[in-house]
Nanobody, 123 residues
Framework: QVQLVESGGGLVQAGGSLRLSCAASGRTFNPYAMGWFRRAPGKEREFVASITRSVGNTYIADSVKGRFTISTDNAKNTWYLQMNNLKSEDTADYYC????????????????WGQGTQVTVSS
């Protein structure tokens, strides 16, 4: 059984930075890709970023491109979302995800979801 646990959320001022982590546990964890999503209050879930586990190819949503980066430490089964120059519109619950198909992951159909971590950006 695979579990994903996010950490690193919190309250930050606009212009500040946070780094989210997602740690995976489970003997069978070997996804093709991992990623991050977010859901802002009153809005639909939004894809943020993805990374392939073996090659490290990344894809960043236009809404956060240039400010957010995704990385992975496969030895630790952990991936990260570095968020810089945060804006009030980045306030959301952030969820990590992992899956066998990057296309399915990016459209919100991963094999695994984390429980979410809250990010609040004050202006």
């Amino acid at each position: 059984q695979v579990q994903l646990v996010e950490s690193g959320g919190g309250l930050v001022q606009a212009g500040g930075s946070l780094r989210l982590s997602c740690a995976a546990s489970g003997r069978t964890f070997n996804p093709y890709a991992m990623g991050w999503f977010r859901r802002a209050p009153g809005k639909e879930r939004e894809f943020v970023a993805s990374i392939t586990r073996s090659v490290g190819n990344t894809y960043i949503a236009d809404s956060v491109k240039g400010r957010f980066t995704i990385s992975t430490d496969n030895a630790k089964n952990t991936w990260y979302l570095q968020m810089n120059n945060l804006k009030s519109e980045d306030t959301a619950d952030y969820y990590c995800a992992a899956g066998s198909w990057i296309s399915r992951l990016q459209r919100g159909e991963p094999n695994y979801w984390g429980q979410g971590t809250q990010v609040t950006v004050s202006s």
